[in-house]
C-alpha cells in the first residue's frame, strides 16, 4: 500500500498548456506539501494545507494553485506553463511533530 | 531565520569503510533534526530524526546520526558503507515558529565505491 502516491510520474507539455497533478495520502495525516526540486535537486516548498486550509504559501507564480478537496487529497494546477516550469514536484504529508512521507515524484517537462 | 547547511556536495567513500555526512543548523529554540535519502527517480525516503533524548540517534540501514547542540551540528554516520548506500542525502529541520514548515539542505551526493 502506498502511503503517498502521485498521479501521473512523468508529465510532458507544451508551453502555455494547463495541466494538474494529483496526490493522495492514505495516512490519515493532517498536513500536506507539495515541494519543487530543480535540475540542481533543491527542494523548495510551494505551499502546505492542513485540513484543507492553506498555511504556506511561498513565493510562487498565481499560475501555480493548489486544491484540497479533503485532508487526504491535495493536487496541484499549473496554468500557462512555461520552460522554466520543468522540474519534479514532490508531495508530502506529515503530522504535527514527525517526520514528512514523500511521494514518489512527478517529473513535469515543458517543451 | 532557520536553516540547515550540508556543506559537501559530494562525499566518496570506499565500500566497508565509515561514512559521514555532514549537517549544521541554525534554528531559534530546540531543534526538530531529520535525515532523507533520495535514490533515483524516487521520492525522499525519512532515515531518522532527532526530537529530544539521547544524542545518538539510529536509523534504518544502518544509520545513525548524532547530535550536537555545542556545535549546531547533526552528522549522519555509519560505520561500514556498501555500494548500495550511494544516492542522495538531504538534511532538514522543522521551522520552531512556523511547525508544518521544514528546511532541507542542498543534499549530498554519497557515492560508495567498491
Known amino acids: 500500500d502506498t502511503a503517498v502516491s502521485q498521479t501521473p510520474k512523468y508529465l510532458v507539455t507544451q508551453m502555455g498548456n494547463d495541466k494538474s497533478i494529483k496526490c493522495e495520502q492514505n495516512l490519515g495525516h493532517d498536513t500536506m506539501y507539495w515541494y519543487k526540486q530543480d535540475s540542481k535537486k533543491f527542494l523548495k516548498i510551494m505551499f502546505s494545507?492542513?485540513?484543507?486550509?492553506?498555511?504556506i504559501n511561498e513565493t510562487v507564480p498565481n499560475r501555480f494553485s493548489p486544491k484540497s478537496p479533503d485532508k487526504a487529497h491535495l493536487n496541484l494546477h499549473i496554468n500557462s506553463l512555461e520552460l522554466g516550469d520543468s522540474a519534479v514536484y514532490f508531495c508530502?504529508?506529515?503530522?504535527?511533530?514527525?517526520?514528512?512521507?514523500f511521494g514518489q515524484g512527478t517529473r513535469l517537462t515543458v517543451v | 531565520a532557520q536553516s540547515v547547511a550540508q556543506p559537501e556536495d559530494q562525499v566518496n567513500v570506499a565500500e566497508g569503510n565509515p561514512l559521514t555526512v555532514k549537517c549544521t543548523y541554525s534554528v531559534s529554540g530546540n531543534p526538530y533534526l531529520f535525515w532523507y535519502v533520495q535514490y533515483p527517480n524516487r521520492g525522499l525516503q525519512f532515515l531518522l530524526k532527532y526530537i529530544t533524548g539521547d544524542n545518538l540517534v539510529k536509523g534504518s540501514y544502518g544509520f545513525e546520526a548524532e547530535f550536537n547542540k555545542s556545535q549546531t551540528s547533526f552528522h549522519l554516520k555509519k560505520p561500514s558503507a556498501l555500494v548500495s548506500d550511494s544516492a542522495l542525502y538531504f538534511c532538514?529541520?522543522?521551522?520552531?515558529?512556523?511547525?508544518?514548515?521544514?528546511?532541507f539542505g542542498s543534499g549530498t551526493k554519497l557515492n560508495v565505491k567498491p
Open positions: 494545507y492542513n485540513n484543507k486550509e492553506l498555511i
Open positions: 532538514a529541520v522543522r521551522d520552531t515558529a512556523n511547525f508544518n514548515k521544514f528546511y
Open positions: 508530502a504529508s506529515t503530522r504535527q511533530g514527525s517526520e514528512a512521507f
